[in-house]
């Protein structure tokens, strides 16, 4: 037990029994960054453990390794007691490794039965449909997971997808399973039933690694937790010696105040009587022409920050987009600095001074492939300096890529390079900049803090109160409730689409807000949407 | 420690350089050992090669005849790619922009001044119209337009062979597969290279300056590379998508014009000799870049001109059409290739 030995918190099992899996002194390096530096981890049967840290930390990366995809520069992976190397997923899988990703790889127009027999060895090779699926439930019913195996996957919900994603990898004879955010799009109560899978799994001397950086429900399923920061362990601690406190230290390494950003200084603006966005009964479609936004009522006034809560995928993209002129409003009202702004297109809505940080920056927000200073000037480039007339000047838009890369305080070595050499983080930041730019009136940020660390989300969150003192309405959409509370002033909660309820973020308690999230209507509704 | 090799998502340009230079080379070399197996000599060939091309000056004027199409039809491909559209039509652009520049000649009277603006016009039109239905149907429908420009490639070859051989063919009777011999001649610029040449690489630059100096043109490029970005900052992507595209059919119908007015000075089944295809290894060549078609155009043009001489020397027309296939093969692995890079990897410390 040299693993357990080197760690100070030690499992409470059977002396000899060697961890599932071991890691040791893994290394991996990306071109200019370091992704893993000697990190050493053991799992053992039985157990839950644990991978914490922030965006970036190597969490991922890690994973990846262990599971095959990509192969670390130094480093051992030990499996049941034997060195192993894992060429690609595939050998990771043969070997009893497991891995639940975040988003789902499955076959949206099959079958549960179908989706959990493709590209299986022991599928049968002639099977009808009623064989297959009585298969699919004799095998769900072993592993203790209810699915409908006649269902197509594209029906069900993300919890039930989850469940057919976890069956599939367990049916492949998983010993170690890995979940990345498992939770992130589950309801608080799909999350509940998640866990109690997760125990009866290990409870039969399996082993489940659970990635997470949200710390309340790490304490709640976890026997172990592994702190990573900055490529590097910080610690393996036993779950029962920890406090929330202290795993934020260590995964921040040092103490973060979360400041309440709602007061507001002497010389802010006021929070305006007359909303300068105004939403009535908007609802919206998808490319498919199915609703996906039904009866939204919203004001947003200026100097407010309004927050958008929700399970993401409940409506957030497309509230975001209809906000921002991206998307048409299939019925409703859409008034703008006291204009009907109904039928506006993206670029009048940033004519006005409507930013928007995009949830999906490099699906839209940025073209990829395309320079830095191309990405850069994207709001700016139809006038001075950047074009004069009908004349585009790249030594201009240079210029203005620098100076909002400056403000961004991101380090480009080279405008001309492809946007995305730059760090998701740093994409983000440079998207934050440039949209503040020309958020005058009104800024949408939908998820802006998604993979920056503690101290760049601090950094946004001081960026958007600046907005809101000098009189700037920003809309916050955010899946993390801590960040809503301490910044909002009021929060409305999406759910399938609607708005269950606006609350005053002084009056709201984390429970109200969660039942909401979970499809219950909020009784002071009513109050909230009247004037502020 | 050991070593291993990791792929790396951006290859940096010298290494995709080197690459393409090691990429031609390679494909000349596995061209020269097949050639040997047959019996020739190689380097024999080779000598006659670059001697007949670089030689003298009618080498070189030969080589120059070949490129003016090359660089048009390259620049046709490379802009489309611009806004994210595979234009494979342009064989059949070609055409129908040789077919509606003929027209003009044959049935218009007028001087020579007035009537090579007006083909010219003309070609640009024919090619434009050729290509205004997989626009459409792109732009409106997202109907793939790789398959729709392709297929029209078809139609267009054998509606020239048809009007060649039947309602136009040479009154005269001198010629049995061919219009009359085209009243008006683009005025020769270099020997017997016409005045399409300078012109194509006028065009080129051109186009080039327009791309990267003009609101329009910054704007075609975010539309190219990503369409929901395009979106997102408010930019009409179908009318810039549709204006490209027909740009692009224009450039690959003056190409024909070119070729018609300029070098053959008849309309006849097969005048596109391949041109439009040749147009979409170019513009591989090129990596889309407006200003590397004229680089790429003269390596193509030099390598069909080979081609003719070692015709001259008994080789089969198709050793070219291979030399070039190879090149095209080696080229995108070498593309990939760049991507990777050697790493040292330590064993973990004890």
């Known amino acids: 037990m040299t693993a357990s030995a080197a760690t100070p918190a030690t499992m409470e099992i059977a002396p000899g029994t060697p961890p599932l899996v071991l890691l040791k002194g893994i290394c991996k390096y990306f071109p200019g960054v370091i992704a893993n530096k000697d990190v050493d981890l053991d799992v053992m049967p039985g157990e839950i453990h644990a991978l914490l840290g922030e965006n970036g930390a190597g969490k991922s990366t890690l994973m990846n390794i262990l599971t095959g995809i990509y192969q670390p520069d130094a480093g051992e992976i030990i499996i049941d007691g034997y060195a192993r190397t894992f060429a690609s997923p595939v050998e990771a899988i043969a070997a009893g490794i497991g891995m639940v990703h975040q988003h789902f790889k499955l076959v949206k127009a099959f079958t549960v039965a179908e989706n959990i027999h493709l590209g299986w060895d022991e599928t049968p090779k002639r099977i009808s449909a009623q064989a297959l699926e009585a298969r699919t439930a004799e095998l769900a019913g072993a592993l203790n997971l209810a699915v409908r195996p006649e269902a197509r996957v594209g029906d069900l919900s993300t919890g039930e997808q989850q469940r057919v994603e976890i069956l599939r990898v367990l049916t492949r004879n998983a010993r170690v399973l890995i979940l990345d955010e498992p939770t992130a799009v589950l309801t608080p109560a799909e999350a509940h039933e998640l866990f109690k899978a997760l125990k009866e799994f290990v409870s039969r001397g399996n082993a489940v690694i659970f990635i997470s950086h949200k710390l309340d429900e790490v304490l709640e399923i976890s026997d172990r937790i592994t702190v990573l920061r900055g490529g590097r362990k910080v610690t393996t601690e036993l779950t029962k010696d920890c406090s929330q406190k202290m795993l934020a230290r260590l995964m921040v390494g040092h103490d973060i105040v979360l400041s309440n950003l709602r007061a507001r200084g002497p010389n802010a603006a006021q929070v305006s009587k007359e909303p300068v966005m105004r939403l009535r009964s908007v609802s919206a479609r998808n490319g498919d022409g199915n609703t996906v936004l039904q009866g939204i009522s919203l004001d947003i006034h200026a100097g407010e920050i309004l927050g958008i809560a929700g399970v993401a995928g409940n409506g957030q993209k497309e509230l975001s987009q209809v906000l921002t002129g991206m998307r048409p409003a299939a019925s409703g009202e859409i008034v703008v600095g006291g204009k009907d702004f109904s039928g506006a297109g993206a670029a009048e809505f940033a004519a006005f001074g409507v930013g928007h940080i995009p949830e999906d920056r490099l699906y839209s927000g940025l073209a990829p492939a395309l320079s830095v200073t191309d990405n850069a000037v994207i709001r700016e480039y139809m006038k001075p300096p950047v074009s004069v007339g009908r004349f585009f000047r790249p030594r201009a838009a240079t210029g203005l890529a620098r100076q909002i890369a400056e403000a961004a305080s991101v380090m480009v070595p080279d405008f001309g390079m492809p946007v995305r050499n730059l760090s998701g983080g740093n994409q983000q930041r440079l998207v934050a900049r440039r949209e503040m730019r020309i958020a005058d009136k009104v800024l949408i940020a939908a998820y802006p803090s998604r993979g920056l660390d503690v101290g760049a989300i601090n950094t946004m969150m001081r960026y958007f109160v600046e907005l809101r003192d000098l009189g700037v309405g920003v809309i916050l959409i955010s899946e993390e409730l801590e960040e809503l509370l301490n910044l909002s002033d009021r929060i409305a909660v999406m759910f399938h689409g609607e708005i269950m309820g606006i609350a005053e973020t002084g009056s709201a308690s984390i429970e109200d807000i969660g039942l909401m999230m979970g499809g219950q209507r909020g009784g002071f509704v009513a109050a909230s949407t009247a004037e502020v | ?350």
């Open chain 2, 1 to 350: 420690m050991s070593i291993r090799v990791q792929r790396f998502p951006s290859a940096p340009p010298s290494a995709a350089l080197a690459a393409r230079a090691a990429a031609i080379v390679l494909a000349l070399l596995v061209a020269g050992i097949i050639l040997a197996g047959t019996g020739a000599s190689p380097l024999k060939l080779a000598g006659q090669v670059i001697k007949a091309t670089f030689g003298s000056s009618f080498g070189l004027e030969d080589v120059g005849l070949l490129v003016t199409p090359l660089i048009l039809t390259g620049l046709s491909v490379a802009v489309a790619q611009r806004i994210g559209a595979w234009n494979i039509g342009g064989e059949g652009q070609f055409y129908a922009g040789a077919f509606a520049a003929t027209g003009v000649a044959l049935f218009i009277p007028g001087p020579s001044v007035v009537m090579l603006p007006l083909m010219f016009v003309a070609g640009a039109i024919g090619g434009a119209l050729w290509i205004l239905i997989p626009t459409l149907a792109r732009a409106y429908a997202d109907v793939n337009e790789l398959i729709t420009t392709l297929l029209l490639n078809f139609v267009a070859t054998l509606l020239v062979y048809w009007v060649a051989t039947g309602p136009w063919l040479d009154p005269g009777g001198q010629a049995l597969a061919t219009t009359a011999r085209l009243p008006h001649d683009i005025p020769e610029f270099w020997g017997i290279v016409h005045w399409g040449f300078p012109l194509a690489v006028v065009i080129t630059i051109l186009v080039a300056a327009v791309l990267a100096f003009t609101r329009w043109g910054y704007e075609v490029r975010i539309a190219g590379s990503n369409p929901q970005a395009a979106k997102y900052a408010g930019m009409p992507f179908r009318r810039h998508l549709i204006l490209v595209m027909l740009l692009s059919g224009a450039i690959a119908g003056i190409a024909g014009m070119f070729e018609v007015a300029g070098t053959v000075h008849r309309l006849q089944g097969g005048i596109s000799n391949n041109f439009g295809y040749l147009g979409i290894m170019v513009a591989v060549l090129a990596r889309g870049s407006a200003l590397g078609v004229l680089a790429g155009a003269a390596l193509m043009g030099i390598i069909l001109n080979s081609g003719i001489i070692l015709q001259t020397q008994g080789l089969n027309v198709s050793t070219v059409l291979a030399i070039t296939g190879l090149i095209l093969f080696f080229t995108a692995i070498g593309d990939e290739l760049a991507h990777y890079r050697i790493i040292r990897t330590e064993p973990a410390k004890a």
